[in-house]
């Protein structure tokens, strides 16, 4: 037997015997020694029904409460401007094509298939584009007035500014791309930018401005 207990494998597997030997053994009283206590668990909930009835009482909460609404508020009143924008410095156009390919397939309510995965289709060939899009930097004053001023109806999409102060002053909506989705699907790196339709396309078109007591 001292041959096989050299072998790491053995020796573990004999103590393992020896705890399940044991373990099967009748439990002995050993007594009570020194002083004990009962094993309580805090009830977590609890912790914190009652933390949150101490911030009630000493007004915290509330404060808390009317930071998170000036938070959001900020972040509406004025959004983090979409990154990487500058103001165009030339006259250029592009046509951008908005079909897409279905990554599922695309079925009506009844089940019917009305799209298979893997079709490529353009929107615009079902659903014209109503007005043009229109991008600018909300805290231009130039961009401002050259979307005011569009002679076509249009959205007016801000990529920079705040969106709810300009509808207040000039009583039409503002909108705002937030995170820069548009942006970045239609690959828009300057403003402002006119987006309108083109047979089955959509063309971009850069229009450089300049600020007032701006030198050409």
Do not use: C
Not at 27 to 43: F, H, M, Q, S
Not at 66 to 95: F, K, M, N, W, Y
Not at 168 to 184: E, I, V
């Amino acid at each position: 037997m001292s041959a096989l207990l050299r072998r790491p494998r053995a020796a573990i597997l004999v103590a393992v015997m020896g705890i399940l030997l044991a373990g099967a053994a009748p439990a002995e009283d050993l007594g009570v020694r020194g002083e004990t206590w009962a094993i309580a668990e805090p009830d977590l909930l609890a912790a914190l029904e009652a933390r949150l009835q101490e911030l009630e009482r000493s007004g915290a909460l509330a404060a808390i409460e009317d930071e998170a609404r000036e938070r959001v508020r900020a972040r509406i009143e004025a959004p983090e401007p979409v990154a990487g924008i500058v103001p165009a410095t030339q006259h250029r156009s592009r046509l951008v094509d908005p079909s897409v390919v279905l990554d599922r397939d695309i079925r009506l309510p009844d089940g019917n298939l009305l799209a298979a995965a893997g079709t490529r289709l353009n929107p615009l060939a079902h659903v014209p584009l109503s007005r043009d899009l229109l991008f600018i930097d909300g805290r231009r004053d130039a961009e401002v007035s050259w979307a005011l001023g569009h002679a076509s109806p249009a959205k007016i999409v801000l990529l920079a500014g705040r969106p709810l102060d300009l509808s207040r002053r000039h009583g039409q909506p503002f909108y705002f791309d937030q995170g820069g989705r548009l942006a970045h699907r239609f690959g828009l790196a300057a403003t402002p930018v006119v987006i309108a339709q083109d047979g089955l396309h959509l063309r971009l078109t850069e229009v450089p401005l300049r600020d007032r007591g701006e030198r050409p």
